[in-house]
């Protein structure tokens, strides 16, 4: 159970209302009010914010859905957060991510990509965070394919989703299915 509870619209002040119909409104095409959309109403100032740059991250790169949801599972899987892990194990699986993908990724294994702009972002991505750094050699592949721009968008998917998985790791976010979404011996 969630430290923060779901709000529903009759506990909502003005502008926590205003941010609900915000997200709703724009490309995610709903409300949230689970997942991050727990801590965003708890501060609709810094929600607006946030869900603007979610936004921006999901819907507005140069990156095609399925590279996008590679960098967040990655991201996701790092973290070990089980709601943006089972949120975006959905997404990349409906935006053309192979299953054995999504696997070898939750399974901390590498996968064995077929899609050139997909490893490129897997590698980057992991490297990032684990290494806090990039190699010479996964910087030189990662430039090469996507080009500066897209490579600094990447960049910026991975900390946006770092701070929503820290921030719901900090109140205990997970889908209704609970922890074990992930396969996680320190959420199992």
């Not at 750094?133 to 490579?151: H, M, N, P």
């Not at 929503?164 to 997970?174: D, G, R, T, Y």
Request: charged share 25%; aromatic share 8%; net charge negative.
């Amino acid at each position: 159970m969630a430290r923060l509870k779901a709000l529903g619209p009759d506990e909502m002040d003005a502008e926590q209302t205003a941010l609900m119909n915000e997200i709703a409104n724009g490309p995610r095409k709903a409300p949230m009010t689970n997942g991050p959309g727990l801590g965003w109403l708890r501060n609709p100032k810094a929600g607006h914010i946030a869900q603007q740059m979610g936004a921006f991250c999901r819907f507005g790169t140069g990156m095609t859905d399925d590279v996008v949801e590679v960098v967040i599972c990655t991201t996701a899987r790092y973290w070990s957060q089980p709601y943006e892990w089972w949120a975006h194990k959905r997404n990349g699986l409906k935006a053309g991510v192979a299953a054995e993908i999504i696997d070898a990724i939750e399974n901390r294994t590498k996968p064995k990509f077929s899609n050139e702009k997909q490893e490129a972002a897997h590698d980057i991505t992991k490297e990032m965070l684990e290494n806090k750094k990039v190699s010479g050699a996964t910087y030189d592949k990662a430039l090469e394919t996507f080009g500066e721009k897209t490579l600094v968008e990447l960049t910026q998917v991975v900390g946006y989703y770092s701070s929503i998985a820290i921030q719901m790791n900090c109140f205990e976010v997970a889908p209704d299915q609970g922890p074990t979404a992930i396969k996680d011996p320190a959420f199992n």
